[in-house]
């Protein structure tokens, strides 16, 4: 059975288990097929051949699953789109994706309740299921094309990996649905008879609500961004109490601090923490390891692990040969999970992908290395800048802040003037904060740092945070905090 076929399985063998549950909302599987099954209908009746992608817009609402899986049904990807975006940034993505409809929550309830009235041909293997839309260098999005395959192989891998308990899993949906870390805990859910619970911008704001959500909803999986595990972990009562059923952290998107895995593992002591990397061109996730008490001791960057099975990761420098284990390089990734390319830019495409062995090949602008056997992350290639003639790798700086045992999170941002680098200001969030004032604090750190960095790596300025702020997606906001220079 393919992906589609599976998640439509749940709804003979248990059409009532909630296949989705948002605020007070709920969807069952039996519910999630029979609208979608009317959406997909309604949709070939409609627009016939044109395989044109659809546009779904909306917050986490239930309608949400229903349109994903009408639209492919009907043979044609869908490109989801979160209200929290611009509305400029929304009409890029529409015009961009040559959508054919743009569909919401009240129009999805409208088209998706009548009789099937058409035949539907669901997405084949080498067809695009999905299309997100990343940000570009140029300011404008650019959207990756995911197929089915892409997809199935991804799930294929997760399953394999975690067990999964069929019918047995509540999954944390923290990621709105138009950022790619969200297509992990949801497919994954549904393949596999879960509930996918979502948790809405609202309560993210509110955290007395937000917690109280959390105690209620019977999380086994969670998933989301390191930044929004480390900010709930502020809360002292977030541990093992609140979430007594859960089994697994799975985190992706971004660098995880140490700090935060070991907080995690000494709150939620029957839990695994897992840490993922892999761009949304690589389908949500490459490359996975757990991390245990002997990972945190022996390593003060953490490893973003192994590669999926059927994939293969090299590092290459900059003339594109692949460099010795050890080596820094650019991470490329090639595999049956790498994206066929963007849509309607065939420029970009020619730029990031390529053939590699009869696979699709793609080049991360991602640095790391491999040491022994393991893929470590060292941030990215255009996050390298020039400051008084020495190249500086931010994430370099960032790692070795993260490294000093103060220090429980860091975000290193160039102060730009007349287009070019003049000094390094540092945010930090402590893992502890005694009476010190924030002069004797950064002295401290600047000191600390200085003994494992060199002078004009050294940060000018240090500003002391309780929490970052952070994106729609969850991810630290580094704009905002740009902006408060």
């Excluded at 917690?211 to 999380?219: D, I, Q």
Aim: net charge negative.
């Amino acid at each position: 059975m393919n992906v589609i076929e599976r998640i439509d399985h749940w709804a003979a063998e248990a059409p009532e288990r909630i296949a989705h549950l948002s605020g007070d909302r709920t969807l069952t599987y039996g519910e999630l097929r029979t609208c979608s099954d009317g959406l997909g209908s309604y949709l070939t009746a409609h627009f016939g051949e044109d395989r044109s992608p659809i546009a779904v817009l909306g917050h986490r609402e239930p309608e949400m699953l229903i349109a994903f899986l009408g639209a492919v049904k009907s043979g044609r990807p869908y490109v989801p789109i979160d209200t929290a975006l611009p509305q400029t940034r929304i009409d890029q993505i529409v015009a961009r994706s040559n959508a054919t409809f743009v569909l919401t929550p009240d129009q999805i309830r409208q088209f998706s309740s009548g009789e099937l009235r058409s035949p539907i041909t669901p997405v084949d293997k080498n067809d695009p299921f999905y299309i997100l839309f990343t940000s570009g260098s140029t300011g404008e999005p650019k959207g990756v094309i995911i197929t089915l395959a892409c997809l199935e192989h991804f799930i294929s891998w997760m399953l394999t990996e975690q067990q999964f308990s069929e019918r047995g899993e509540v999954f944390l949906n923290q990621a709105p649905f138009s950022f790619d870390l969200s297509v992990m805990d949801l497919y994954c859910s549904l393949v596999t008879g879960g509930t996918l619970f979502s948790i809405s911008r609202d309560l993210i704001e509110n955290p007395k609500k937000l917690y109280s959500a959390l105690a209620n909803s019977g999380v086994t999986t969670w998933v989301s961004t390191p930044s929004f595990a480390q900010m709930c972990l502020v809360e002292d009562n977030f541990a093992e109490a609140m979430l007594p059923r859960v089994r697994r952290f799975l985190f992706c998107g971004e660098t995880l601090a140490p700090q935060t895995a070991a907080q995690l593992l000494a709150r939620f002591p029957q839990a695994q923490v897992w840490n993922m990397y892999g761009p949304t061109e690589g389908t949500v996730a490459t490359t996975s390891t757990q991390i245990d008490a002997a990972i945190l001791k022996k390593y003060s960057s953490l490893p973003v692990g192994r590669v999926m099975p059927g994939t293969k990761i090299f590092i290459v420098d900059e003339n594109g040969d692949e460099v010795f284990a050890d080596e820094r390089g650019e991470i490329i990734i090639a595999g049956p999970n790498v994206s066929p390319g963007y849509v309607g830019r065939p420029d970009l495409t020619a730029r990031a992908f390529f053939e590699y062995r009869g696979s699709h090949a793609y080049k991360t602008g991602d640095l790391g290395r491999f040491r022994d056997s393991l893929l470590f992350f060292e941030g990215r290639i255009d996050e390298q800048i020039k400051l008084s003639g020495y190249r500086i790798e931010l994430g370099d700086v960032e790692a070795n802040l993260r490294a000093l045992p103060t220090v429980r999170d860091a975000v290193v941002i160039p102060m730009i003037k007349s287009g070019t680098a003049q000094s390094l200001t540092a945010f930090v969030t402590l893992a502890a904060r005694n009476e010190t004032s924030d002069f004797k604090l950064a002295h401290n750190l600047r000191s600390q740092l200085g003994q494992r960095l060199p002078m004009y790596m050294l940060p000018r300025k240090f500003v002391f945070l309780d929490a970052f702020p952070m994106t729609a997606n969850g991810k630290v906001d580094r704009a905002a905090l740009a902006k408060s220079l």
